[in-house]
């Protein structure tokens, strides 16, 4: 039988901020319509490999195949445009705009003006707290609401391959649980395939189909999800816990 078709993938992937590498040969797949979960500890490369994904930084070697296609010196503006949205560390809401504006920003890119609209209203549908708060202000929002805005500002772009960077952070764990069972919603109904970086371990690995642990600016470990959740020599292992 051949392998599941990847969305997905990269070999050898080396990056580095100025001289100062970071990532040494990275190796991943994700398969279409899947969540894999990145974890490693602080400093692991973890930001930096969703930063080069995503076009923010240039590889020095290495190939990122999305779809098939291989993304290498491709714009972000073009990267958009296939189907790959990245919500950064911290997010990236822009605390000057208010909740509307923010989620315009999303749809820039997009040609058909009458779907961006559709997927505004469907980000409103599912995020209720920011319909009521349209007209606020970034930075009035809570911690959590901020997160809403975050995905669903990357969500009217309609991604195919959502890159999410420590979504989790500073937020209490109800709202945690809830994103966690949104992604598994957005696979499960609309296909959709993400590359969850995540220091909350736990939650990430309940989600995901598969886990991918990063150290030192290398995948140290690929595995099904369920087995770094089943296996404690496993865990103890590569996730100290
Ligand atoms: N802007 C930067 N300039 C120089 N070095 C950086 C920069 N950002 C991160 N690094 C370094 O790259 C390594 C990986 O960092 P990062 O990708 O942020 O790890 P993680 O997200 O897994 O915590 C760390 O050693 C960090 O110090
Ligand atoms: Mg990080």
């Known amino acids: 039988m051949s392998a599941p078709p990847a969305l997905l993938s990269v070999e050898a992937l080396a990056v580095g901020y100025g001289p100062v590498p970071v990532l040494h040969g990275v190796d991943l797949r994700v398969t279409t319509g899947t969540i894999a979960a990145v974890l490693g500890a602080n400093g692991a490369g973890k930001t930096t490999l969703l930063r080069a994904l995503s076009g923010v930084l240039r590889p020095t070697a290495g190939t990122v195949r999305f779809a098939g296609e291989d993304l290498r010196g491709v714009r972000v503006e073009h990267l958009v445009r296939r189907g790959l949205a990245h919500v950064p560390e911290g997010r990236g809401v822009i605390g000057e705009l208010t909740v509307e504006e923010n989620l315009r920003l999303g749809a820039l890119w997009r040609a058909d003006r009458a779907d961006a609209a559709r997927a505004l209203d469907e980000v409103y549908h599912l995020f209720a707290p920011l319909a009521r708060r349209r007209r606020h202000l970034g930075h009035q929002l809570s911690g959590g609401e901020r997160q809403m805005l975050a995905l669903g500002r990357a969500l009217v772009a309609r991604p195919r391959l959502l890159l999410l960077d420590e979504p989790s952070l500073g937020l209490a764990p109800r709202v945690v649980a809830q994103t966690m069972a949104l992604l598994r919603r957005l696979r499960d109904d609309t296909g959709l395939t993400v590359l969850l970086v995540e220091q909350n371990v736990r939650s990430a690995l309940a989600v995901?189909?598969?886990?991918?642990?990063?150290?030192?600016?290398?995948?140290?470990?690929?595995?099904?999800?369920?087995?770094?959740?089943?296996?404690?020599?496993?865990r103890h292992a590569y996730l100290g816990f």
Do not use: E, H, N, S
Not at 218 to 232: F, G, I, K, S, T
């Open 208 to 234: 995901a189909d598969q886990g991918i642990v990063m150290a030192l600016g290398r995948v140290v470990l690929a595995a099904p999800a369920a087995r770094l959740r089943d296996d404690a020599d496993l």
